[in-house]
T-cell receptor, first 108, second 114 residues
Framework: GIQVEQSPPDLILQEGANSTLRCNFS?????LQWFHQNPWGQLINLFY???GTKQNGRLSATTVATERYSLLYISSSQTTDSGVYFC??????????FGRGTSLIVHP | NAGVTQTPKFQVLKTGQSMTLQCAQD?????MSWYRQDPGMGLRLIHY???????DQGEVPNGYNVSRSTTEDFPLRLLSAAPSQTSVYFC?????????????FGPGTRLLVL
């Protein structure tokens, strides 16, 4: 099956810093999503981004499908950005493959 | 509007016991799904449903059963619990199937099988 690798596995920032999270995948995909899981376990959708660039406030994402990677940018990080960020890819079925995530801690 | 609710929040079972994890949504969503999350891992899809009366297997369906008799409810049944089923279980729903739709997740059920 398709492999999804996320980097870095762990990231520690001071509030106000910027960061880039990466998601590499081993084969062509139809769909890619980014998710955030807060420290209390709640999961939310951030982006559906099979290709191109999207922005939502301080977060933006870019997927280069031909080169099999996606990037999640967090600007001016806040403590509420802490948690684990997952990317998930899917190849036309309803069954996504998740990466292991990047754990982010933002210190005040 | 409660969104996606899951009960119980936490459960301890002995090997061989059966139980049902409940999931309900009040958004009239067609698509519902169950995931498990093991420590240090992403989510893995167990079963999903694209509408009442329609269910299908995900990546890791063995040991689990589901049914979808109403739009609102999507229970997950563990037939004979095993320690390998110790995990956190998340239910999710979306308006229609497909990753372009925003998925709404429940708060999770933490299951420990002894």
């Amino acid at each position: 099956g398709i492999q999804v690798e996320q980097s870095p596995p762990d990231l520690i920032l001071q509030e106000g810093a910027n960061s880039t999270l990466r998601c590499n995948f081993s084969d062509s995909v139809n769909n890619l999503q980014w998710f955030h899981q807060n420290p209390w376990g709640q999961l939310i959708n951030l982006f559906y981004i099979p290709s191109g660039t999207k922005q939502n406030g301080r977060l933006s994402a870019t997927t280069v499908a031909t080169e099999r990677y996606s990037l999640l940018y967090i600007s001016s990080s806040q403590t509420t950005d802490s948690g684990v960020y997952f990317c998930a890819v899917e190849r036309g079925s309803y069954i996504p493959t998740f990466g292991r995530g990047t754990s982010l801690i933002v210190h005040p | 509007n409660a969104g996606v609710t899951q009960t119980p929040k936490f459960q301890v079972l002995k090997t061989g016991q059966s139980m049902t994890l409940q999931c309900a949504q009040d958004m009239n969503h067609e698509y519902m799904s169950w995931y498990r999350q093991d420590p240090g891992m992403g989510l893995r899809l167990i079963h999903y449903s694209v509408g009442a009366g329609i269910t299908d297997q995900g990546e890791v369906p063995n040991g689990y059963n589901v049914s979808r008799s109403t739009t609102e409810d999507f229970p997950l049944r563990l037939l004979s619990a095993a320690p390998s089923q110790t995990s956190v279980y998340f239910c999710a729903s979306s308006r229609t199937p497909g990753p372009q739709e925003t998925q709404y997740f429940g708060p999770g059920t933490r299951l420990l099988v002894l």
